[in-house]
């Protein structure tokens, strides 16, 4: 078995390994896209490192775009296998590729209508179409049972907490056994149940870093969110609450839920849901409630008390509304969607509050106004902020560098080599040290590109004299 790491070697953002197995079957692993800073964007218009057309299969983990947001783009560069997942993912992954084409075709035709592109006219990374194309090839496999994604290799998925549908994967050719964690969730997150311990002894393992130099903060975000919730409606303000529309959304529905009923929170005050996306993926996780932590009572009444805000025009007229509520509204960085109507609407108003739960790029609004922006340009206009910004930290879907040990204790052999990927540097080097130093195992951090042989015991392949 030959492993290449196509992506997320130096970063958190374009997963796609590339496995050869011993008999020449060619599988990817995720195929995730660039995001965040230009030049990393950028990567996304290069070539995949090996043509689309000869790869048999991929094996997707979850459906966040990091790791699937590449699959219409390989799509349309001419692949033609399968795309494996669970069921969950594949539900998921329906609603953010089609979004993330969406977006793409917009970008092309604002690049055009600017005329910025450096080719005209500029065209988009991928369209619907190949969207829809990648979601025809998927192909939906209950975690736990092997399949062969091509001739001479099998595999297996574990779910990994992290996002509804998530898994690590174990792939085997006839020599050697790879386990890639995907992303790896928190054995206390509020929605997903715990990962599971992966049963399989890896020769490689390939495990993600992205918190790998940090321990979250426990204090208790439930206790925070409330008192801001209080207080603001005590002056006569508003809760707005941009939110990443799958997973995190629905995660603060529960948490605002629980507010309520034990009174923390007034039991009356009105809770929108202003993004279609969040709605749907809202639906998709109710169908698969087994695949959550929450009780009958909750899922029951998850979306009770709380209003969908369907059309734009509606959107519009919530943006204006003058008595208390709580909106939570896309995007999660405040860097479009709806959630930008409500922004300009509130930030110039000090009895508003705006909180953000969760990670925030360094260069986004939110990244900005939880640093102190004073001002911050919506839609072509400068708006004063005045309303009370916030950042609940804690509310990450990955586990910490404690969490990532503990799931990599509980493989059942130490692995003969560890590649730490899908990490800035700095956390991939701490989780590096961590794993040696915790665990005794040898790792590395590999270069982007680079390719890894597994080493071949030969009296697996010869027969003794
Ligand atoms: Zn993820």
Known sequence: MLVQILGAADCVTGSRHLVRGVDGGLVLLDCGLFQG?????????????VAPPSLDAVVLSHAHLDHSGWLPALVRAGFRGRIWCSPATRDLAEVLLLDSAHLQEED??????????????????????????????????????????????????????????????????????????????????????????????????????????????????????????????????????????????????????????????????????????????????????????????????????????????????????????????????????????????????????IVFPGYQVAGSRGGRLIDGAREIKVMGQIVPVRAEVHHLRGMSGHADASGLIGWMRQLPAAPAQVLVVHGEPAAADALRLRIGRDLGWSARVPRPGETVPLAVDLSALEQPD
């Not at 800073?37 to 490192?49: A, H, T």
């Not at 690590?168 to 050719?173: A, E, F, K, Q, Y």
């Open 37 to 49: 800073w230009k030049p990393l964007r950028e990567r996304n218009w290069l070539p995949l490192g």
């Open 108 to 353: 092309a035709r604002r690049a055009n209508r600017g005329g910025w592109s450096r080719h005209l006219p500029a065209q988009p990374l991928y369209t619907r179409r190949d969207a829809a194309r990648a979601i025809e090839s998927m192909r939906p496999i209950t975690p736990g049972k092997d399949f062969s994604p091509v001739t001479g290799m099998t595999a297996r998925l574990t779910p990994a907490g992290h996002l509804l549908g998530a898994c690590s994967v174990t792939l085997r050719d006839r020599l050697h056994t790879l386990v890639y964690s995907g992303d790896i969730g928190r054995s206390d997150d509020m929605l997903m149940r715990a990962p599971q311990a992966v049963p399989d002894a890896p020769d490689l393992l390939l495990v993600e870093s992205t918190y790998g130099d940090r321990q979250h903060d426990d204090s208790d975000q439930q206790a925070r969110l409330a008192a801001i919730v209080r207080d603001t409606v005590e002056r006569g303000g508003s809760v707005l609450m941009p939110t990443f529309a799958v997973g995190r959304a629905q995660a603060l529905m529960l948490l605002l839920q629980r507010l309520r009923r034990s009174c923390e929170i007034p039991a009356s005050l009105p809770i929108y849901l202003d993004s279609p996306m969040a709605q749907a993926a809202t639906r998709i996780h109710l169908a698969h409630a087994r695949l959550m932590r929450l009780s009958q009572a909750e899922l029951r009444t998850l979306c009770e008390g709380v209003t969908a805000v369907e059309d734009a025009a509606d959107s519009r007229r919530l943006a204006r509304r003058k008595t208390p509520a709580v909106i939570l509204s896309s995007s999660g960085m405040a860097t479009g969607g709806r959630v930008l109507t409500h922004l300009a609407a509130m930030a110039p108003e000090p009895r508003h509050s």
